[in-house]
T-cell receptor, first 113, second 110 residues
Framework: KAGVTQTPRYLIKTRGQQVTLSCSPI?????VSWYQQTPGQGLQFLFE???????NKGNFPGRFSGRQFSNSRSEMNVSTLELGDSALYLC????????????FGPGTRLLVL | GEDVEQSLFLSVREGDSSVINCTYT??????LYWYKQEPGAGLQLLTY?????DMKQDQRLTVLLNKKDKHLSLRIADTQTGDSAIYFC??????????FGTGTRLTVIP
């Protein structure tokens, strides 16, 4: 089985722009979670989608949003980018929502200038 | 709120055992995980333990869980240079929300 894939792998944007990141889960997995990793804050949970519904959300501003499609692929969007949004964005998939092992993708490294 | 603490650094000699420790606060976590991250890469699931278990062994990896003290450890036997990485413990605080520790950077000295 193919693993979790994320596109693009690297991205450079400027302040004020918006960005969309994509995540394709492992085949058959219905839950996708997103995390932000920064040197200062470490790994932080953004949100989780299951069956096209956001089930859980972390403590991030409304500029961070996401969605999930019927094929379980997920996108996250960050609007009005700030310098502090520079980070590695990781998505993880699992079969179900809750209590299941999560498998991570390689991440998208976003640099905001 | 939740908190997961780990030592930041650990150095061991090749062939020795490594023990990475973690303390957590959410006693309702069903699963506790260990992930490995190599430079420039995502997170690789190493192993996990169900909260009603005390120990789990998986080849060179041994996970010990002391639920009373909320202490989790990962022992890597016969540590190799390829084990050099950052190791994260994480607790599942619900609905696939993993709360991660700060990570322990393991350096294996040849």
């Amino acid at each position: 089985k193919a693993g979790v894939t994320q596109t693009p792998r690297y991205l450079i944007k400027t302040r004020g722009q918006q960005v969309t990141l994509s995540c394709s889960p492992i085949s058959g997995h219905r839950s996708v979670s997103w995390y932000q990793q920064t040197p200062g804050q470490g790994l932080q949970f953004l949100f989780e989608y299951f069956s096209e519904t956001q089930r859980n959300k972390g403590n991030f501003p409304g500029r961070f949003s996401g969605r999930q499609f019927s094929n379980s692929r997920s996108e996250m969007n960050v609007s009005t980018l700030e310098l502090g949004d520079s980070a590695l964005y990781l998505c993880a998939s699992s079969p179900l929502s809750g209590g299941e092992t999560q498998y991570f993708g390689p991440g998208t490294r976003l640099l905001v200038l | 709120g939740e908190d997961v603490e780990q030592s930041l650094f650990l150095s061991v000699r090749e062939g020795d055992s490594s023990v990475i420790n973690c303390t957590y606060t959410d006693s309702s976590s069903t699963y506790l995980y260990w992930y490995k991250q190599e430079p420039g890469a995502g997170l690789q699931l190493l192993t996990y333990i169900f909260s009603n278990m005390d120990m789990k062994q998986d080849q060179r990896l041994t996970v010990l869980l002391n639920k009373k003290d909320k202490h989790l450890s990962l022992r890597i036997a016969d540590t190799q240079t390829g084990d050099s990485a950052i190791y994260f413990c994480a607790e599942d605080i619900g609905a696939n929300n993993l709360f991660f520790g700060t990570g322990t950077r393991l350096t294996v000295i040849p």
